[in-house]
């Protein structure tokens, strides 16, 4: 066990280095950098003052050199300068990760509470009328455009509830505040919820019908202990999948729904940055998200080995 | 025939998600037949007309014809559908396949691959590639079937661990038969199976990951009709007061991922039938 | 006697009752913002998205008078300067400058200020400025010294009545000599009614009132803050709501006017120009506009009522370089203007005439010229763009969009890789010395069009001397009217749109003929 561990996080490593070069080289292929944004904003071109910045940032420097000054840096924990804001990267991350975090956790919450006891509702009322609504309903979900979701949900509040559940720096009320966190997060995990009701559905059934649930059964428990003991502990283990396979695809969803609710997070602050071809910025940022993202894989892949023992022998 | 009866009747959503997406293939390609008006012509004194017997669902600010537009937007969308889903398919599944098949130091540099790809935001690698190679509709192809290969390609590859380990595959390398043929004519198959399940399921996010694009200013660029650019920020703003440029193209999205979606549960059940019923 | 004086009494009680009464201090005034400033050093940038929030920070040397809704050459008042006096035959202008006035970190305001700023401007010492994209407008400024703290002497080379206007655009405030440029950037020290707080990268602005400002009283709020909001759906429901105040400036098209006020019935909007010009970047080096004849075919295809009914419902103006009437003070009168080819009503015979030039060349509707449209990836720059495209199919010319991304547009100007670009710009003074000097100078660097034109170039220097506004604005119509037929830089159309405000907002005093000024907010107040 701990020598696959040590092993994920060597080859984690590998993955991270690459994906930093990979990262730092695609950059560099899209055409313009900061000087051409910042000039193009100015509509002045005088080519002395564009050389000027651009050797002041170091943007004539072959790009080994470059990219070595950018990891040696992040080895001793300095990030670099945006070349917008001109302010420390770290000044302008730090603030803006948990605002995300927190749409994100909210999000994955909305998603497993809603999605789970959906799940096994429509499992063990399999073939009901109300498992064909809930599947109907789980796919009508993942079927929507994220950011059309969030305007017309932006829409039905202004107009039922006349309020605007936008971000807002000190909320009036606490149920200002609520609705500011909630109705976005429940934005955001619309889509996580269906596809958890969908997984925990089928790999409910799918163990509702395993052998050992035949034997409990037989052995007198109750069709409620048999179900809920045994079957969802089972159930679980979609769930873990998920979360590791959407945090992915959570962040595209974040992205749009930071836009159309106004949330100051690190989502909508990468697009932009991406926009003014801030280089150590964008860097640093998908970096973040590639260092989360690996290691919530391999987080859901140790879960799995705890709750699978089929999966830790194998391994 | 009495078998697509059977199957019709087990899994009437699959069909109806069938029927979606058949009305949709079938505007697609009969758009210029079907559509009243031309949808890039411009007529300033239509902006914003509301529905009505002319303007069936109404027009946008140009003053194009929404539903042409929309009956246009098809095709686009069916274009980039079909085109990433086949070239993020198709390359993935190729990869999977050597990969799992081949193993060792190819494997493992593949896989690393796969996981850099898939640590790097799919709108982010989306955008980035989309403002290197320029907006067109086939730079956007190319931007949404990119992430897809290492999804696939890890699924396939799964698949394919399993499948090697076959007692026929097996019986096929003791005889002898050389590795592209029992990859080819033994491996490969079984894996169609779960490849067309993945597909289908791509199928729907393709859609959505073009309509994001757009929302985002990128994808498909004009005078292109596409559904995602229709609802992108300039139709937006006027979502009080012409509600129906938003509305439109944000159901028929809705609706044909929802058809797809369907078909491809509908197709699973079928083909992998330790899951569902 | 006591009655009359009890009479005063009442009445002077009466008047400071009134008066108290009227502006009320205090509150904070809550902006919407439409995209991230590249930076807050407003002599750094030619952006609106910079000078809106960050010119409540500073002060010129003289403004427009703000009374007035005009920016008017003759309606110039003191701001830092006392006063001013032109001598040497109109060639030294001496400011008398202000006493007592102090920056916000408490140094104080001196004439050396007033030199480092326009040395800087004028480029005539190094700076740490990362652009300086005015430089243009102080072509004429040979040579600036300072004659005690409180006198400044500008020696130009010619006579320039305009350059009181360049003096007061929102674009020429003065900087203090102890800042680096850099810290202008990211944390600005200025002099005016209110003093930079933060400013959080795409997402918020911040100002808080100068208790030590030195105009007595003012200013009347608080605090300013702008959120930024690039949604622009968003920020409409977020104004209709009433969660904010006041929009960005010409943030509305005429159309979201109308549909902000249809939601929310007590804001009051004003519509008007907003210093922005569509015009058609002419690449004149490159086929196939390298042909004088096609330069004259497209021109003529150009239907600009079309471009403003579609893109506005009619609302935006047809003009010339400068800013049309009654709004601009230099634009043609609309007898004038029908004088000017393309101008003309009958856009019918306007395309007859182009299709016969083409097919003279040999192009016909079974032989379309092919081309390519570049434009900017954005919205407004693309629908005009569409409309173009449209146009030219009238004259055989079968055209193909290229929207650009932004950096690459610019690029792709610089180095004229492009044959034809749908360009949209601002111009932020109403002014011939600014538009002409800025885009038509042979070698300018904005002069994307390579046009060169030298004896248009003398008439430039000639107009700009002129004191006689009459006379002179004779000689603009017709160099305005030589630009269009030369297809030097097809002007589309001036755009219009309009900004919103709840009516608790007293004293916005919007200019009619630009957008670039009249921030300070020192005469707004907030009705509680």
């Known amino acids: 066990m701990l020598d696959y561990i040590l092993r994920r996080l060597a080859l984690m490593v590998l993955t991270l280095f690459g994906a930093s070069v990979a990262i730092f080289l695609l950059l560099r292929i899209v055409p313009g950098n900061i000087a051409d944004i910042l000039f193009d904003s100015a509509g002045m071109i005088d080519p002395a003052e564009k050389q000027q910045i651009i050797k002041d940032l170091g943007l004539d420097l072959p790009l080994v050199e470059q990219y070595a000054r950018w990891i040696g840096g992040l080895a001793h924990g300095d990030l670099g300068y945006s070349y917008v804001s001109e302010k420390p990267v770290l000044d302008e991350i730090l603030p803006r990760i948990p605002i995300t975090a927190r749409l994100a956790g909210l999000a994955l919450l909305f998603a497993v509470c809603t999605g789970v006891p959906f799940g096994v509702i429509s499992a063990v009322r399999q073939n009901s009328w109300l498992d064909y609504i809930l599947r109907v309903f789980s796919l009508l979900f993942l079927s929507m455009p994220s950011f059309w979701l969030g305007l017309l949900v932006l829409m039905a509040f202004v107009n039922w509830f006349g309020i605007l559940p936008i971000y807002d720096k000190a909320p009036p009320t606490w149920g200002a505040f609520a609705l500011m966190l909630g109705v976005p997060a429940a934005t955001v995990g619309l889509r996580s919820s269906a596809l958890i009701m969908r997984l925990t559905r089928s790999s409910m059934l799918e163990v509702l019908r395993q052998d050992y649930v035949r034997t409990a059964r037989s052995k007198g428990l109750s069709e409620g202990a048999v179900t809920f003991v045994h079957a969802l502990r089972n159930a679980v283990l979609p769930v873990i999948t998920t979360i590791g396979i959407e945090t992915a695809f959570l962040f595209g969803g974040l992205i749009v729904t930071e836009t159309v609710f106004n949330i100051p997070g690190v989502a909508r602050f990468l697009v932009e940055a991406i926009r003014w071809r801030d280089y150590p910025m964008v860097q640093n940022l998908v970096m973040f998200i590639a260092v989360i993202v690996v290691m919530v894989n391999l987080i859901v892949d140790i879960a799995y080995m705890f709750v699978d023992p089929r999966i830790r022998l194998r391994a | 025939m009495s078998d697509a009866w059977y199957y019709a009747r087990r899994y009437p959503l699959g069909v109806a998600g069938a029927i979606i997406l058949i009305v949709f293939v079938l505007t697609a390609l009969l758009a210029n037949v079907v559509a009243p008006f031309d949808p890039l012509t411009t007529n300033a004194r239509a902006s914003l007309a509301p529905p009505s017997g002319t303007y069936w669902i109404g027009a946008d600010m140009m003053g194009r014809d929404m539903l042409s537009r929309m009956i246009h937007g098809a095709r686009i969308s069916l274009a980039v559908a079909l085109g990433a889903t086949c070239i993020g398919s198709g390359l993935g599944a190729m990869l999977g396949l050597a990969s799992g098949y081949l193993g060792g130091w190819f494997d493992l540099i593949v896989q690393r691959i796969a996981e850099i790809m898939q640590s790097l935001p799919l709108l982010v690698m989306a955008l980035v590639i989309t403002a290197s190679l320029g907006p067109s509709l086939t730079n956007t192809i190319i931007a949404i079937a990119i992430p897809l290969i290492p999804n696939v390609a890890r699924v396939i590859r799964a698949n394919v661990l399993s499948l090697r380990e076959l007692n026929y595959v097996e019986a096929a390398r003791a005889v002898g038969m050389g590795q592209a043929r029992i990859a080819l004519r033994h491996v490969f198959p079984n894996t169609l199976a779960p490849l067309i399940v993945l597909a289908t399921a791509q199928l729907g996010s393709t859609i959505l990951t073009e309509a994001s694009l757009s929302f985002l200013g990128l994808g498909v660029p004009e005078p292109y009709p596409s559904w995602g650019r229709m609802l992108s920020e300039s139709a937006a703003e006027y979502i009080r007061s012409a509600p129906w440029l938003v509305i439109f193209p944000g159901l028929a999205i809705s609706l044909v991922v929802f058809g797809a979606n369907l078909f491809g549960d509908a197709l699973r059940d079928i083909l992998d039938p330790r899951q569902g019923d | ?528």
């Open chain 3, 1 to 528: 006697m006591m009655r009359s004086r009890l009479w005063l009494a009442v009445a002077c009680l009466l008047a400071t009752m009134g008066s108290a009464v009227a502006q009320k201090q205090g509150g904070t005034l809550r902006v919407t913002h439409r995209d991230n400033p590249p930076s807050a050093s407003v002599l750094e940038e030619a952006t609106i998205s910079t000078l809106m929030p960050f010119m409540a920070v500073f002060n010129n040397l003289v403004v427009f008078d703000p009374a007035t809704r005009e920016n008017r050459l003759d309606r110039v008042v003191p701001d830092l300067a006392t006063s001013w006096a032109l001598t040497d035959d109109d060639r030294t202008l001496t400011f008398q400058l202000r006493d007592g006035v102090k920056w916000h970190d408490g140094k104080p305001f001196t004439s050396a200020d007033v030199k480092c700023t326009f040395d800087m401007l004028s480029g005539k010492v190094a700076s740490k400025m990362r652009k300086n994209p005015h430089k243009t407008w102080w072509f004429n400024v040979k040579d600036i010294a300072t004659d005690g703290d409180n006198k400044v002497v500008f020696h130009l080379t010619d006579p320039q009545p305009s350059i009181m206007a360049l003096f007061a655009a929102g674009f020429s405030p003065i900087y203090p000599c102890h800042v680096p440029a850099a810290e202008m950037r990211t944390h600005p020290i200025g002099t005016g009614p209110f003093k930079f707080v933060e400013f959080k990268q795409n997402e918020s602005i911040k100002l808080v009132r100068n208790p030590d400002y030195w105009k007595p009283g003012r200013p009347y709020l608080d605090a300013i803050e702008y959120t930024i909001i690039p949604n622009r759906a968003t920020m409409l429901l977020a104004m209709a709501t009433g969660k904010f105040d006041l929009t960005f400036t010409s943030d509305l098209t005429p159309e979201l006017m109308k549909s902000l006020q249809e939601q929310a019935p007590e804001t009051q909007c004003v519509l008007q120009p907003t210093g922005t010009q569509g015009n058609l970047l002419v690449n004149r080096e490159r086929p196939p506009f390298d042909n004088e004849q096609i330069r004259r075919a497209m021109v003529l295809s150009i239907d600009r009522k079309a471009f403003s009914d579609i893109l506005s419902r009619g609302i935006f103006d047809v003009g010339g370089v400068d800013l049309p009437p009654p709004e601009g003070r230099w634009g043609w009168s609309k007898e004038f203007m029908e004088t000017v080819p393309g101008y003309g009503a009958d856009v019918e015979k306007s395309r007859d005439e182009g299709r016969r030039i083409m097919k003279s060349l040999g192009y016909g509707p079974d032989n379309m010229l092919p081309l390519k449209v570049s434009t900017r990836n954005i919205p407004d720059y693309r629908d005009a763009a569409v409309i173009l495209i449209d146009h030219l199919k009238s004259v055989y010319i079968q055209a193909e969009l290229e929207p650009l991304d932004s950096s690459v547009w610019y690029a792709r100007l610089a180095r004229k890789d492009f044959s034809v670009g749908m360009n949209i710009q601002g111009i932020s003074i109403d002014d011939p010395d600014a538009t002409f000097f800025e885009n038509y100078l042979c070698g300018s660097e904005r002069n994307y069009t390579s046009y060169c034109n030298a004896d248009l170039e003398k008439k430039f220097h000639e107009q700009s001397q002129m004191k006689d506004l009459d006379a002179r604005r004779k000689l603009v119509w017709d160099i305005d009217k030589t630009l269009q037929m030369d297809a030097a830089r097809p002007v589309v159309f001036h755009a219009k749109a309009a900004t919103c405000w709840w009516p608790r907002v007293h004293g916005i005093n919007i200019a009619m003929n630009t957008i670039y000024n009249h921030w300070r907010f020192e005469d707004v107040w907030l009705d509680q």
